[in-house]
């Protein structure tokens, strides 16, 4: 993986949060903003998923482009968020065109929500439009804020402060592939048996104490599972189609497995998109180094060099979302419990 690497990392792609806490508030949203003629896909998995706009992204669907991708809390309630990134877009006039009027477009945006009502204490403080308006204004193409910002924000896994990660890495062939994950697991993102993450991330940790090991370890063991899901994004320079933006999708499912143990329950409603910007074609890339395949089958090996990226990815950008989040209430973060796995150097919690 990139050290600091995130999902803007594939260029052309924004990202923007925006969150509340307080006065009943812990809840957020997230948006990535997304360059013209990226083609999108879908792998939704476990028992309990809340999308909106994603029957677009089946292969057998007309639409192939999307336009911005809307992350948030709140659960059903939260995908009123999507409304505001469409009115962003359209103001813009970026969308699906309909009409002859320089505005009249369908912004695509497809969305996925975690369940996070009444983690700040008012079930009724969750996204509305206003939410994912916001994040839309705020998106950037610079590195954005890790752990408990934008959806991340009322993210809870195994009973410690979820939140968002990011990761990214470059290819030998120059394909760039990058995640951001939304973690709010039921399954653990922390190995019980040594204290630290199953899957390394940006930040290299040490084995905490041994007081601080048992810690965590009662602390996820007496967690509750509520209502849980992790959502998020692959992305990628390399040209993908419709089908194989899904397959991008469905292996980053593998990466969620490595950093999350159980996921894909009754209890949550695991969700990743697959993006491709479509910058780079993979048949007209030079052939694996010595591989002595006809362009084809070359395609099909960079394809696959593209896959495992995304799953890699996918499993560091969970791992960071929990090694960077720092509580927002209700939660612990795995920094308070376990503050000796951190670099001296690492920032100190705001």
């Given at each position: 993986m990139t050290n600091g690497g995130c999902l803007t990392d594939v260029p052309g792609i924004r990202v923007g949060h925006h969150q509340r806490r307080g006065n009943g508030w812990r809840t957020g949203?997230?948006?990535?903003?997304?360059?013209?003629?990226t083609i999108g896909g879908i792998d939704v998995r476990g028992g309990g998923p809340g999308t909106r706009d994603t029957d677009l992204l089946r292969p057998t669907a007309t639409m192939d482009v999307v336009h911005a991708v809307c992350l948030t809390g709140g659960s059903a309630y939260g995908l009123a968020a999507a409304g505001g990134v469409m009115r962003h877009l359209e103001a813009k006039a970026i969308g699906f065109?309909?009409?002859?009027?320089?505005?009249?477009?369908?912004?695509?945006?497809?969305?996925a929500v975690i369940f996070d009502l009444g983690r700040g204490g008012a079930f009724g403080r969750r996204p509305d439009e206003s939410f994912g308006e916001r994040a839309a204004r705020a998106a950037r193409a610079t590195p954005s804020p890790l752990g408990a910002v934008g959806a991340g924000t009322g993210a809870r896994a195994r009973g410690l402060q979820g939140g968002v990660g990011t990761a990214s890495v470059t290819l030998a062939n120059g394909v760039v592939v990058s995640a951001l994950a939304v973690v709010n697991a039921a399954g653990c993102v922390i190995d019980p048996s040594t204290g630290l993450p199953w899957m390394p991330g940006r930040v290299v940790?040490?084995?905490?104490?041994?007081?601080?090991?048992?810690?965590?370890?009662?602390?996820?063991e007496s967690a509750v599972p509520p209502l849980n899901t992790t959502i998020g994004i692959v992305a990628t320079t390399a040209a993908l189609t419709k089908a194989e933006?899904?397959?991008?999708?469905?292996?980053?499912?593998d990466g969620l497995a490595r950093a999350v143990r159980p996921v894909h329950s009754l209890l949550d409603g695991?969700?990743?998109?697959?993006?491709?910007?479509?910058?780079d074609e993979l048949g007209s890339l030079e052939n694996a180094a010595g591989d002595g395949l006809p362009p084809q089958r070359s395609r099909i090996v960079w394809l696959n060099a593209v896959l495992e990226a995304g799953a890699a990815c996918f499993a560091a950008a969970c791992t960071d979302a929990i090694v960077h989040a720092v509580s927002t209430g209700g939660d612990p973060s795995y920094r308070d419990l376990c503050p000796s796995a951190y670099p001296r150097a690492f920032p100190s919690a705001k």
């Open positions: 949203t997230t948006v990535a903003l997304l360059p013209a003629g065109k309909v009409g002859p009027g320089t505005h009249d477009v369908v912004p695509i945006v497809p969305s940790l040490r084995r905490p104490v041994a007081a601080e090991r048992e810690a965590v370890r009662r602390h996820m933006c899904s397959k991008f999708a469905s292996v980053a499912h695991d969700t990743i998109f697959g993006l491709s910007t479509g910058r």
